[in-house]
């Protein structure tokens, strides 16, 4: 449970559950003073920081997963809009923080769109990839992920899908497929002939989730919506926590946002370690760590099926 403030020292209920505890720290005082949460939990280290000096402090190879989606310079209210070449020499400088921390057996999951400038789009993957193969990095998927909703273009066609460059230090690598696998398409299908006949020839678990994504983007009608405009869903990065990493181990976000990828990692016992340079985006990750605690964040289950609305 995170540490609570004094505030609740002197309340009646001496015996409130955590849950109750945490749900009086969201209210105020009978006398209108606010009472806040202390910004701690033991699994997190979360800071409002400029991500390289927040990088700098953190010891080498540190890191088994640095999973994050970093500002596509297309000039949002937290971001500031520069030429394409300082927004690739600002990227250069956080990768190169980013391999230095990686564990030798960790992974690099880089999630871009497009940077647009005058109708002519620019795919942040192709610019970016060449600063890992600078490092020697090894790029394991280019993840395509698909999502239903978005901007309705006029003189082009509307863009539904963003990439995850996934990248590891070595061949040594850690990747668990059983705990990300999904449903199977005919899970009852059976050896036709051979030595297996009759048999079930698909893994019981489910099939490999393949390189192609769809997961719902945090829209207005997302059970996850918070003020961020652009926010990771947390499922996306669930996915990316379990099959790159093991329980105990830590996982770091240069741009955390309201941090998703943070609940991700705490929601299934690892480290999380994330920063971001807007306070009021720190203060809610902060809050959402605390609801997860408490069992009250609402989140959108990992594998649930996209709605279709004709089915």
Same mark, same amino acid.
């Given at each position: 449970?995170?540490?609570?403030?004094?505030?609740?020292?002197?309340?009646?209920?001496?015996?409130?559950?955590?849950?109750?505890?945490? !749900?009086?720290?969201?209210?105020?005082?009978?006398?209108?003073?606010?009472?806040?949460?202390?910004?701690?939990?033991?699994?997190?280290?979360?800071?409002?920081?400029?991500?390289?000096?927040?990088?700098?402090?953190?010891?080498?190879?540190?890191?088994?997963?640095?999973?994050?989606?970093?500002?596509?310079?297309?000039?949002?209210?937290?971001?500031?809009? *520069?030429?394409?070449? $300082? #927004?690739?020499?600002?990227?250069?400088?956080?990768? =190169?923080? !980013?391999?230095?921390?990686?564990?030798?057996?960790?992974?690099?999951?880089?999630?871009?769109?497009?940077?647009?400038?005058?109708?002519?789009?620019?795919?942040?993957?192709?610019?970016?990839?060449?600063?890992?193969?600078?490092?020697?990095?090894?790029?394991?998927?280019?993840?395509?992920?698909?999502?239903?909703?978005?901007?309705?273009?006029?003189?082009?066609?509307?863009?539904? %899908?963003?990439?995850?460059?996934?990248?590891? $230090?070595?061949?040594?690598?850690?990747?668990?497929?059983?705990?990300?696998?999904?449903?199977?398409? #005919?899970?009852?299908? $059976?050896?036709? $002939?051979?030595?297996?006949?009759?048999?079930?020839?698909?893994?019981?678990?489910?099939?490999?989730?393949?390189?192609?994504?769809?997961?719902?983007?945090?829209?207005?009608?997302?059970?996850?919506? *918070?003020?961020?405009?652009?926010?990771?869903?947390?499922?996306?990065?669930?996915?990316?926590?379990?099959?790159?990493?093991?329980?105990?181990?830590?996982?770091?976000?240069?741009?955390?946002?309201?941090?998703?990828? =943070?609940?991700?990692?705490?929601? %299934?016992?690892? %480290?999380?370690?994330?920063?971001?340079?807007?306070? !009021?985006?720190?203060?809610?990750?902060?809050?959402?760590?605390?609801?997860?605690? !408490?069992? *009250?964040?609402?989140?959108?289950?990992?594998?649930?099926?996209?709605?279709?609305?004709? =089915?």
């Amino acid at each position: 449970m995170p540490h609570l403030s004094c505030g609740l020292k002197n309340h009646r209920n001496k015996d409130m559950s955590p849950k109750q505890a945490l !749900a009086l720290l969201r209210s105020d005082h009978d006398d209108g003073a606010t009472v806040h949460r202390l910004e701690r939990d033991a699994k997190a280290e979360i800071a409002c920081e400029h991500n390289l000096k927040f990088m700098r402090r953190l010891p080498d190879e540190s890191m088994s997963l640095i999973v994050t989606s970093p500002p596509y310079n297309i000039g949002k209210s937290y971001e500031k809009r *520069t030429s394409q070449e $300082k #927004y690739v020499e600002d990227q250069a400088a956080c990768i =190169a923080e !980013a391999v230095r921390l990686l564990a030798p057996n960790g992974s690099i999951c880089w999630q871009v769109g497009n940077h647009v400038d005058s109708g002519e789009i620019f795919p942040l993957d192709i610019l970016l990839y060449p600063l890992f193969k600078h490092h020697g990095l090894q790029l394991r998927n280019r993840i395509v992920w698909t999502f239903g909703h978005g901007l309705h273009c006029q003189k082009r066609f509307s863009g539904r %899908h963003e990439t995850i460059l996934w990248f590891t $230090k070595s061949e040594d690598y850690t990747f668990n497929l059983d705990p990300v696998r999904v449903p199977s398409k #005919y899970p009852n299908k $059976k050896h036709f $002939k051979g030595p297996n006949k009759g048999e079930l020839s698909s893994n019981p678990l489910g099939k490999n989730p393949s390189d192609v994504w769809d997961i719902p983007n945090v829209k207005s009608n997302h059970v996850e919506k *918070t003020d961020h405009p652009c926010q990771f869903p947390i499922g996306l990065v669930e996915r990316l926590v379990l099959a790159l990493t093991n329980e105990g181990e830590s996982v770091l976000d240069p741009y955390l946002g309201v941090g998703s990828s =943070a609940i991700a990692a705490l929601k %299934h016992g690892r %480290h999380a370690y994330g920063c971001d340079l807007d306070k !009021a985006y720190v203060d809610i990750a902060w809050d959402r760590i605390h609801q997860l605690r !408490a069992g *009250t964040l609402r989140t959108r289950p990992m594998n649930k099926p996209v709605y279709d609305p004709n =089915a």
